[in-house]
């Protein structure tokens, strides 16, 4: 059997795989010391890992967007109340937050570019202190991007703007199209009984 090559996104994902971790950590280091001293929501020329951006929707084009979103680590520990109760009602460990630091990054980029609308996001980097994540945002103004058939679903007439506030995000999709083909079939078997 022949053996097939491999395409350049697969050697570029072999850097976030435990196969290129020994490498890729030197490399990253004199990275994220120059991505910490940089403000914490840059837009950037090209996306750091291609191949996972390519997936969740960039394209090299006019009007798309790729911004680097710098968000601190640690607990989400509250502040210890100064009134007296037994440590287990204090409220303060334990806790933990309902939106996931990757959702954080894509508000936080939605903000700071009031006129994009954001596609998709993926984790970057870690370091002691920070995370760091690159969000895919378009602008639904440009003519390249209504033309385009992958961006139809967030620049339509009828699609709200502002989705990644009121959180229209990726999941949500997936899970209404699972839905529709597992429970419609079902439904109209239902019917035909």
């Known amino acids: 059997m022949k053996a097939v ?9 072999m850097w976030y795989r435990r196969i290129g971790r020994e490498v890729h950590e030197r490399l990253m280091r ?7 001293r940089a403000p914490s929501i840059v837009r950037v020329e090209r996306p750091f890992r291609l191949e ?16 680097r979103v710098r968000i601190m680590r640690g607990p989400f520990n509250r502040r ?17 937050a309902w939106k996931s630091w990757r959702q954080v990054a894509e508000e936080r980029a939605a903000r700071k570019f009031p006129g994009l ?15 760091y ?3 895919i945002l378009i602008d639904c103004n440009q003519p390249t991007i209504r033309g385009d058939p992958l961006y139809s679903g967030i620049c ?3 699609v709200p703007r502002r989705r990644i506030m009121r959180r229209l995000r990726e999941r949500q999709k ?3 199209e699972y839905l529709k083909k597992t429970l419609l079939p079902k439904l109209k078997q239902g019917e035909g009984q």
């Open 52 to 67: 996972r951006a390519r997936k969740l929707g960039y394209k090299p084009k006019q009007g798309v967007v790729v911004a």
């Open 5 to 13: 090559a491999r395409s350049a996104y697969t050697y570029m994902a």
């Open 30 to 36: 004199k990275i994220l010391i120059e991505w910490r």
């Open 117 to 131: 609308e954001v596609v998709n996001s993926y984790w970057v980097a870690d370091d002691g202190v920070y995370r």
């Open 80 to 96: 210890r109340p100064d009134s007296g109760r037994r440590p287990k009602r204090m409220g303060v460990y334990g806790i933990t």
């Open 174 to 176: 997936k899970t209404i």
């Open 156 to 158: 339509g007439k009828e």
């Open 133 to 135: 994540f690159e969000v």
